[in-house]
Each structure stands twice: as C-alpha cells, then as structure tokens.
C-alpha cells in the first residue's frame, strides 16, 4: 500500500516536472525571439539613427488560459495536442510608431535564416469585421535544450500605437459585457477603428515630409548638435551659425 502512495507521488511529481518543463520551452522561445528583436533594434538605431519599435511586451499563456483554449477547441489536453493546437502559447507584442515599420520589421524577422515562418495573418490589409487591425507572424524557432532541440512557436502581433489603443480598449469592452457587446458600442468600436487608421495614415505622411526635409538638409556630417534647455537638437552647421552669431 506504501509503495503504491509512493510510486504515485513520484509519478504526479515527474509529470509536473514535465508540464514545468514544457511551459519552460516556451519561455526560452520568447527568450531568444526578444534577443533578437533587441539586436534588430540597437543596430537599426545605430545604422538608420532611427528605432522603429517603440515598446516590445511579451507573455507566456497561463495554464488556465491553455486549458480554457483548449476546451474551446475540443482538444485533448496532451502535451502534443496543446502544442500542435495552440499557437500562441508563446507571445510577443511589438508596438511601431508606422505601419512602414510594421512591415520592415516583419521582413527583418522573416529573413532570419533559423526562424521558421508558419504563418502571416496581415490584419492590416484586411482588418476583421470589428475593426481590428494588427500583423500576425507565427515564427517557430530552435531550443537547444541540454539532451534535445526543441521546435517551439510563437506568435508575434505587431501594430501601431494606434492599432494597440484600440485593441486593448476593444478587448476590454469585450469581457466587461461577457462577450455581449451593445450594437451601438460595436458601431462606435468600428467607427474609431477607422478613426484610428486615418491617424496612422496622416501621422505617416508627416513623417515621411520629415524625411524629405531631413534629406534636404543633408547628412548628418552637416548637422551640428546644439543644447537648448538641456533638448539635443540637431541643426545645419549653416543654420545653426547664421543663429548663434
Ligand atoms: P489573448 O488573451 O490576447 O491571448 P486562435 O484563436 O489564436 O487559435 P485565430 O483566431 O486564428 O486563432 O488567431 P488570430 O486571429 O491570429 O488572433 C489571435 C490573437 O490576436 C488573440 O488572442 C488576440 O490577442 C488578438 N486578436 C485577434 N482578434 C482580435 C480582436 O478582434 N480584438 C482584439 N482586441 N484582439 C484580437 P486570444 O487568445 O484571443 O486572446
């Protein structure tokens, strides 16, 4: 009798090693994809002088979360279902100031010769019926293990500022009213979605007329760096001379 609350205590805790070391998995999975999104990041700074990312969140799913997915799904709650099944066990949030660097930093991750690419959901092009608006990439990436290479993957959204307000205030919306949204307040949702892609529009005009004026100017061997009020500003050496003598 002793032995069998023996063996099924060493079998509940070897089982919860492995579920421990499964959801480890995908841990280093977003470990190694934030590596990199880092590395995209200091060296686009350092070579464009300009970040294309403005703030990176990434999470890996609770195990209510699965199980309440996977009970969506009809699944069984093997390890192998969960993970063939669910994608997003693994998620990266990546918010870009314009949608030209969604798509240039969606390129840079594809190219990334150990990444695999299981799929791209361009929500961008083709919004959902709500109004939501966001990339999708479903990258699988290596995880050297100490006895195995794990396959693990992860999901990626990228958006603007824009398309994140929005979904964060969409999302609430959604559970606040238990998935029963108000007609008029999925209106308005839709409404604002569109509000919210006409600002991504403008907001990239003016950047690129930024680009223009910057190129006009000339390179930055031109520009002299001036403090006012302790604000860097970078100005042509002209400029700068014509004002300051
Ligand atoms: P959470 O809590 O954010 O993780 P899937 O349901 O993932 O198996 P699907 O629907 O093909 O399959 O996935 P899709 O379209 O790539 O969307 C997955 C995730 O995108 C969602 O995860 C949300 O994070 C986000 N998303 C998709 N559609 C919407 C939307 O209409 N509004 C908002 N706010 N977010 C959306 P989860 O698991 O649903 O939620």
Known sequence: ??????DDLRKLKDSK????RFM????????????KINILQQEFQFVHDYNPIENVSSRVKSPESI?????KKGIELSRSDVKKTIKDIAGIRITCSFETDIYRLSTM?????DLKVLDVKDYIKNPKPNGYRSLH?????PVFMS??????????QIRTIAMDF?????HKIYYKYNKEVPVDIIRELKESAESAAQLDRKMEKIQLRMNKLKDQIGDDEDLSEILIDKERFRLPTNFTLNRMT
């Open 1 to 6: 009798m002793e032995a069998s609350i023996k």
């Open 17 to 20: 090693r492995e579920i421990m």
């Open 24 to 35: 480890m998995g995908y841990k280093f999975a977003l470990d190694e994809i934030n590596t």
């Open 67 to 71: 199980m309440k997915k996977a009970t």
């Open 109 to 113: 991750l594809q190219n990334q010769a």
């Open 137 to 141: 990439l479903l990258l699988v990436v």
């Open 147 to 156: 006895d195995r290479v794990e396959e693990v993957c992860v999901e990626v």
């Open 166 to 170: 929005w979904a964060s205030l969409e």
